[in-house]
């Protein structure tokens, strides 16, 4: 398995040193120290405070020729130890150029001082009167400034890349830049610069921390970007000020980590960035990728490499440092969770409710199974009913019970319906499929894929023709997973007039479900939908067994729905390489399932979803609901007969020492 950097993964941290105001020894000594504390942990890209060297709140003493001095040589000293240590670091100093005083970031790199960023915006106003001491960038006269003896360029319009397992570049801004109209990150993101770093002060005042959190954030997500924030921590001076130390990681509109605040100790927040995702994000852009930087064309830009991570005696953890939850669709916290399915409900009963008001239609037919879907789809139709002010009896709930029907799935499926007021249709297939079998001259004891598909065939054929005699519309009932997977027969249940649940995934039904179960009803209604949240996953299309229970389960025979959901995510909504889906998944799932079982069914959903996407080029309208959809209309085009060898083949690569056993590939159906 390739080691998370080879796979576009890159350790980053900000942290506040423990601090003396004017003491830079002492500061230089706490910055090293939290270097190699760092360095331990495997993070190659580490941002200090603004002006952490001396402390913001020296004030008149920046004046101080000793003090700037002192800055300078430390931080020459600093960039030796970073190198050392493998890393490149962004720490905070006074510089003086041209006569005049900057408040600068130094990028520490290739065991030097590599170049400065002065500070654009200085606040001047309220308790900021930076303008006391320092000049803004835009008054610069020159490019270069003697950091001890050693000349380093100084500008805001570089960025340094870096060369390395997968090439990124940095730029740099510092606090009040961010609070700007107009951000220096912004131009720095269309230059090219894909981790966006500010060294920041930033006192603490009732509210703010949340206010600097959502800047933070938002401007990852409108640079497409990383975004290191590092903030000065209490040891700043407390005569009129308090500094709580608050450092931040964002990456697309995520915040990754935080620090603790308010501690005296040295306090450091990691995080590893996913530098390919953030290449990926823009070149998907359209509006990204549109700007035309003209602007930026005289951006300077140098290139380094990403110093060799030493041996230090400790082996780093290959645990990402990031959120990567093995749901991604459905959000772990309870509250947010119940918010995403109320407004997903809405959606999905907004979108029918203006396709009937389009149609002039006052009926839907809806084929109930007992199951997770087709109980959403009928939720749901109820919702846009109830939305349009119509009769709820002109929902015909149709129960087509065949030969792998059971008495657990039909019971809950006329009880639901009768429960919610919707009109009950009970029709049998059985006789159907059995002279439709005898019609092909089909052995009916011949349990194969023309047994199955034939009852959804014949289910849809009733459900169509009801849908004309009734002047109404046929809504379908299968979800985005089924659709990925090509679960679906074609132009069975993959038909319909308007398909309801087309892009929400297996994985956020059940907790649809159970959402209306806890919230949207009660009483009897609320304990059916507990019980079909709770039943297994199947067709339906073979016979029960001699217990008349489930003989056909579809997770064994595709794979858990939780696997299948998480490849899908990172295949569609991030073009994950199939090595970088395998270490998420057993990051995510390793206590659930073992590699082996993880490569085995990643194998299979390569397989089917590249086999299956003659289904979704011919898939009915529906709406779209979150941030992963395959409608050939929509998000995703794919050709028919692409094949998955490659793939395949870099899967087979990630787990060749694994000991998998190769899954025989289910037919098409």
């Not at 090219?192 to 930033?202: E, H, I, K, P, R």
């Not at 959120?323 to 991604?328: F, G, L, V």
């Not at 009769?391 to 015909?396: E, K, Q």
């Amino acid at each position: 398995m390739p080691a998370p950097e080879e796979l576009g993964f890159l350790r980053v941290a900000v942290a506040a040193p423990e601090l003396r105001v004017a003491d830079v020894a002492f500061n230089a000594n706490a910055t090293a120290d939290a270097m190699r504390s760092l360095a331990t942990s495997g993070v190659r890209v580490a941002v200090f405070p603004e002006l952490g060297l001396t402390g913001y709140t020296c004030a008149d003493l920046f004046y101080q020729p000793t003090l700037q001095k002192a800055a300078a040589q430390a931080a020459r000293e600093l960039a030796v130890t970073a190198h050392e240590l493998g890393m490149i670091a962004f720490v905070g100093l006074p510089v003086e150029a041209a006569g005049r005083l900057y408040n600068c970031a130094a990028v520490l790199a290739e065991g030097r001082v590599w170049g400065l960023t002065p500070k654009s915006y200085l606040p001047n106003s309220g308790e900021y009167y930076e303008r006391r001491w320092f000049s803004p960038a835009s008054t610069l006269t020159t490019d270069q400034a003697d950091v001890a003896g050693q000349w380093a360029w100084i500008s805001t319009r570089h960025i340094l890349g870096v060369r390395g397992p997968h090439p990124f570049a940095l730029g740099v801004e510092l606090c009040e830049d961010l609070w700007a109209v107009e951000p220096p990150s912004g131009r720095l993101a269309l230059a090219g610069a894909t981790v966006l770093v500010n060294l920041s002060a930033s006192n603490e005042l009732l509210g703010k921390a949340a206010y600097r959190r959502e800047l933070v954030r938002q401007q990852s997500a409108r640079c497409l970007a990383a975004y290191l924030y590092a903030a000065a921590g209490p040891g700043e001076s407390s005569t009129d000020l308090v500094f709580s130390g608050h450092g931040l990681i964002a990456e697309n509109g995520v915040v990754l980590a935080e620090t603790e605040r308010f501690s005296f100790a040295t306090r450091a927040a990691m995080a590893d960035l996913d530098l390919e995702r953030l290449t990926l994000e823009r070149i998907k852009n359209s509006s990204f990728a549109a700007v035309q930087p003209s602007a930026e064309k005289h951006m300077g830009e140098a290139w380094i490499e990403l110093p060799a991570a030493p041996q230090l005696g400790k082996k780093s953890s290959t645990q990402l440092q990031r959120p990567n939850p093995p749901r991604p669709f459905v959000p772990e916290d309870p509250a947010q969770r119940a918010a995403h399915c109320e407004e997903i409900f809405q959606i999905q009963a907004t979108g029918l409710a203006t396709r009937l008001r389009h149609t002039g239609s006052k009926k839907v037919v809806i084929g109930i199974s007992g199951g997770l879907d087709s109980t959403l789809a009928l939720l749901v139709a109820v919702r846009a009913f109830d939305k349009l002010g119509l009769n709820r009896r002109g929902i015909l709930a149709v129960t087509m019970p065949g030969p792998g029907t059971t008495k657990r799935t039909r019971g809950n499926a006329q009880k639901i319906i009768e429960l919610l007021g919707a009109t009950l249709l009970v029709t049998s297939i059985d006789q159907a499929v059995k002279q439709h079998l005898a019609d092909i001259g089909h052995d009916p004891a011949k349990h194969d894929i023309t047994f199955e598909n034939a009852q959804a065939r014949e289910r849809t054929q009733i459900l169509m023709d009801l849908a004309n005699q009734q002047a109404g519309l046929v809504v379908g009932t299968g979800d985005l997973s089924e659709f990925a997977l090509g679960w679906c027969t074609f132009n069975g249940d993959h038909m319909s007039m308007y398909h309801v649940n087309a892009g929400v995934p297996k994985t956020l039904v059940r907790h649809l479900i159970e959402w209306c179960a806890d919230g949207v009803l009660e009483g009897a209604a609320s304990a059916v939908l507990r019980d079909i949240a709770e039943t297994p996953v199947s067709p339906e299309l073979l016979p029960p067994d001699k217990n008349g229970k489930l003989s056909q389960k579809t997770e064994e025979v595709v794979g858990p729905y939780d696997l299948h959901d998480f490849f899908l995510y990172h295949t569609v909504r991030i073009p994950s390489r199939p090595a970088k889906v395998l270490l998420l998944a057993e990051q995510a799932w390793g206590k659930t399932y073992n590699r082996a079982t993880i490569a085995r069914w990643l194998e299979v959903f390569y397989r089917r979803f590249f086999a299956s996407q003659f289904k979704r080029s011919s898939m009915p309208d529906g709406p779209k609901v979150g941030s992963v959809a395959l409608s050939p209309r929509g998000d995703w085009r794919m050709p028919s007969d692409a094949r998955s060898d490659v793939w395949l083949a870099e899967l087979a690569e990630a787990v060749k020492n694994s000991g998998r056993k190769k899954t025989p590939e289910r037919k098409r159906k």
